[in-house]
């Protein structure tokens, strides 16, 4: 279904960027690969499924760097059909203990790095007038938790500007869409149930148990391949016009 278009897909190197960039290259679209750590191993996995991968290393807190990137793909692929804001990071604490540089951090990479990639997209999308802006968003774009000041205040704001961009795109071929996961058992998440394993005297497994209760009705994880499935589906003609929604993949948390 995607043969010929080009994928960029942030923080692509672990987790759910992984599991997006895999279900993406299984439609047949090349990929451009980006985030930190070992990039080699997963970009054989992405390449062992027959199309073109390319990695660049841009920091997504730095916009001339995403810039560098989002010229590489031009030069790489002729431009970006398909873009996945993906790239992430999480800090927990009270709003008074919260390091300003890791609020500062939080807003660049969760959210202010989208309006970059995204400004830097739209006109190859236009001139083609196909393209599709994916935002992953999180149950925390919807509704907020206790200590996660930065994050929740990003992901609410990458919720607005896809309602933003899809309105400005709505009479072209361009779509814009955010993914809200709920819990998905990613590095992001290990770091949450083991430093609540410690602080609470418990096990990792009574941890994940607690974790998952709190928020998540069905008590079971969203994978990564399940949130790859909902970018194909927002890739394929059935979406067309599915246009500027935050769409929950959470195990009922946000129906709560
Ligand atoms: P992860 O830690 O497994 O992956 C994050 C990716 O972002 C990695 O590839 C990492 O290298 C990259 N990254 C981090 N900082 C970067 C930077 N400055 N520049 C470039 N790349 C950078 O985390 P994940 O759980 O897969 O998270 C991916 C996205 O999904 C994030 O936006 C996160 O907020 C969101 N999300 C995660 C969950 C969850 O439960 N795991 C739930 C909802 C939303």
Same mark, same amino acid.
């Given at each position: 279904?995607?043969?010929?278009?080009?994928?960029? /897909? +942030? %923080?692509? +190197?672990?987790?759910?960027?992984?599991?997006?960039?895999?279900?993406?290259?299984?439609?047949? &679209?090349?990929? /451009?690969?980006?985030?930190?750590?070992?990039?080699?191993?997963?970009?054989?996995?992405?390449?062992?499924?027959?199309?073109?991968?390319?990695?660049?290393?841009?920091? !997504?807190?730095?916009?001339?760097?995403?810039?560098?990137? !989002?010229?590489?793909?031009?030069?790489?692929? %002729?431009? =970006?059909?398909?873009?996945?804001?993906? &790239?992430?990071?999480?800090? =927990?604490?009270?709003?008074?203990? #919260?390091?300003?540089?890791?609020?500062?951090?939080?807003?660049?990479?969760?959210?202010?790095?989208? #309006?970059?990639?995204?400004?830097?997209?739209?006109?190859?999308?236009?001139?083609?007038?196909?393209?599709?802006?994916?935002?992953?968003?999180? &149950?925390?774009?919807?509704?907020?938790?206790?200590?996660?000041?930065?994050? *929740?205040?990003?992901?609410?704001?990458? =919720?607005?500007?896809?309602?933003? &961009?899809?309105?400005?795109?709505?009479?072209? %071929? /361009?779509?814009?869409?955010?993914?809200?996961?709920?819990? *998905?058992? +990613?590095?992001?998440?290990?770091?949450?149930?083991?430093?609540?394993?410690?602080?609470?005297?418990?096990? *990792?497994?009574?941890? @994940?148990?607690?974790?998952?209760?709190?928020?998540?009705?069905?008590?079971?994880? @969203? @994978?990564?391949?399940?949130?790859?499935?909902?970018?194909? #589906? #927002?890739?394929?003609?059935?979406?067309?016009?599915?246009?500027?929604?935050?769409?929950?993949?959470?195990?009922?948390?946000?129906?709560?």
């Amino acid at each position: 279904m995607l043969k010929g278009k080009t994928a960029l /897909v +942030t %923080g692509s +190197t672990s987790g759910i960027g992984l599991g997006i960039a895999i279900e993406l290259a299984k439609q047949g &679209a090349n990929i /451009v690969m980006n985030g930190f750590g070992d990039h080699e191993g997963p970009k054989k996995e992405i390449e062992a499924l027959g199309v073109k991968v390319e990695y660049h290393g841009a920091d !997504m807190s730095k916009p001339a760097e995403i810039e560098a990137m !989002m010229k590489f793909a031009a030069e790489k692929f %002729g431009g =970006v059909d398909i873009l996945v804001n993906n &790239a992430g990071i999480q800090y =927990v604490a009270p709003i008074q203990d #919260f390091p300003p540089e890791r609020w500062d951090a939080i807003i660049a990479i969760n959210l202010s790095s989208a #309006f970059h990639t995204s400004r830097l997209a739209i006109p190859h999308m236009k001139q083609k007038n196909w393209g599709r802006i994916i935002n992953i968003a999180s &149950a925390h774009g919807l509704v907020a938790s206790k200590e996660k000041s930065a994050y *929740v205040a990003a992901k609410h704001g990458i =919720v607005g500007l896809t309602k933003v &961009a899809a309105l400005e795109l709505a009479t072209s %071929g /361009v779509t814009a869409n955010a993914i809200c996961p709920g819990w *998905v058992l +990613t590095p992001l998440v290990q770091k949450q149930i083991d430093d609540r394993a410690a602080k609470e005297g418990i096990t *990792v497994d009574q941890a @994940t148990r607690e974790l998952l209760g709190e928020k998540e009705p069905s008590l079971q994880f @969203t @994978t990564p391949e399940q949130l790859g499935g909902l970018a194909v #589906f #927002f890739c394929s003609p059935a979406a067309d016009n599915v246009r500027g929604q935050a769409w929950a993949h959470d195990g009922g948390w946000t129906a709560q």
